[in-house]
């Protein structure tokens, strides 16, 4: 449609974390720009993560989808077998095997697990490797070397089907318990379909998707076609979930952007700090229980992954939201092209296919943006980080 942001594509981020695959083999693994500094769980005081059909826009030849939308899903990959797990056999030295795995475990995931305060994790991380090889009746195998959150391995079923491990880093805040919980209460519609989950160890297994919608090559119109179509169906009711509101994420957004905006020497302007915490303040007001409901709150490119039935999402945050929540982190996404046109085009193209609120759709962009671009400014992801941050300070200017 005319008012869609030109299809270019935008610079490819360094690979982090998460559930994301490989072009090669369909494993799931790869590049998640925000996950090193996702908000704290407000409950906690550490980490804050962050329906049906969506509708379309009138049709006036076909105008509701923009250039280049040619469907592109498809079944996932074939994955390579392993020899399956028999329940109860003997394998012999699980403990070397476990200690093989662990000593494979990247270098950022280990030094942010020493800054946690996560020595007796890695320490004890063989035994627990070999553990839940025993008692989850798996193989592990080859462990990705891209993530930087958990240890993230391929796995093999006792049956032979393919899946992928995750051992998160433990750190004060919910952080495994709320990305469990979305998993659980999507049941596979929209998400990843957890196979096993251990809250107490934060262990996950979940099946094996293909490739990410980061490296399908479409054009941003198409992208979000897709991102909007998959959010829309993790959106529910679930009032007793026991995740983040979305109001103590906009209070924790708010502190956030302040504080490191201070510490790494105001890299944006004063007027556009202001300005999202205006938007951030109106949006805590906003929150209304009884409209809120389960939302993934890091709905990108790279957390999107090829299954054999449509799209999911990997990775959530967990939060219990307004659903414009998740439309904001795809007005934070492709600042370059945002900026382009008119970057309210954009809003109000995701607010018509969804039927959802584009103002409540365009202040969680203003907020995201702000504080994804400090947080790629801190961790040294450019150009994007000073694109976002650009970006931020234009449309902070044409809103004074």
């Not at 490797?129 to 080859?142: C, L, P």
């Not at 105001?266 to 009884?290: G, I, K, M, Q, S």
């Not at 799209?311 to 795809?330: C, I, K, N, S, T």
Request: aromatic share 4%; with cysteine.
């Amino acid at each position: 449609m005319d008012n869609e942001p030109p299809s270019h594509q935008p610079p490819r981020r360094p690979t982090t974390d998460g559930l994301r695959p490989a072009a090669a083999d369909g494993v799931s693994r790869g590049p998640d720009p925000d996950d090193a500094s996702r908000p704290p769980d407000p409950g906690d005081a550490s980490r804050l993560p962050g329906s049906g059909d969506a509708s379309r826009l009138p049709d006036s030849g076909d105008a509701s989808r923009p250039p280049g939308s040619d469907d592109m899903t498809g079944a996932a990959p074939a994955a390579r077998s392993r020899p399956p797990v028999v329940p109860g056999a003997p394998r012999p030295d699980k403990l070397t095997v476990g200690a093989g795995i662990a000593a494979a475990l990247p270098a950022t995931v280990r030094a942010k697990a020493e800054a946690a305060g996560a020595h007796d994790w890695l320490r004890g991380l063989p035994q627990l490797v070999a553990e839940i090889q025993e008692d989850w009746a798996v193989t592990v195998g080859r462990v990705y070397a891209d993530a930087t959150e958990a240890l993230v391995a391929e796995a093999t079923m006792a049956d032979g089907s393919p899946a992928v491990l995750k051992l998160i880093v433990p750190r004060l805040g919910n952080a495994a318990a709320n990305e469990i919980t979305v998993l659980r209460l999507a049941g596979g519609d929209g998400c990843a379909r957890l196979l096993r989950h251990d809250v107490a160890r934060q262990a996950l297994l979940v099946e094996k998707l293909g490739p990410s919608l980061s490296e399908l090559g479409l054009p941003v119109g198409r992208r979000l076609e897709i991102l909007c179509d998959v959010a829309s169906r993790v959106w529910r009711p679930v009032p007793d979930a026991g995740l983040p509101t979305g109001a103590a994420k906009g209070a924790w957004l708010g502190a956030f952007i302040t504080d490191l905006w201070e510490r790494l020497g105001r890299p944006c302007a004063e007027r556009t700090v202001t300005h999202a915490l205006a938007c951030a303040e109106r949006r805590v007001a906003a929150h209304d229980d009884e409209r809120a409901v389960l939302v993934h709150g890091d709905v990108h490119q790279w957390n999107t992954l090829r299954g054999a039935d449509g799209f999911r999402l990997v990775d959530p945050d967990g939060l219990l939201a307004e659903p414009e929540y998740d439309l904001g982190v795809l007005m934070r996404e492709d600042p370059v092209e945002l900026m382009a046109a008119d970057p309210r085009d954009r809003s109000r193209w995701l607010a018509a296919r969804t039927g959802l609120d584009e103002t409540a759709v365009w202040e969680w962009g203003v907020v995201e943006r702000v504080s994804t671009g400090l947080v790629l400014t801190q961790v040294g992801l450019q150009p994007v980080a000073t694109q976002m941050l650009a970006a931020a300070d234009a449309i902070a200017a044409m809103s004074t």
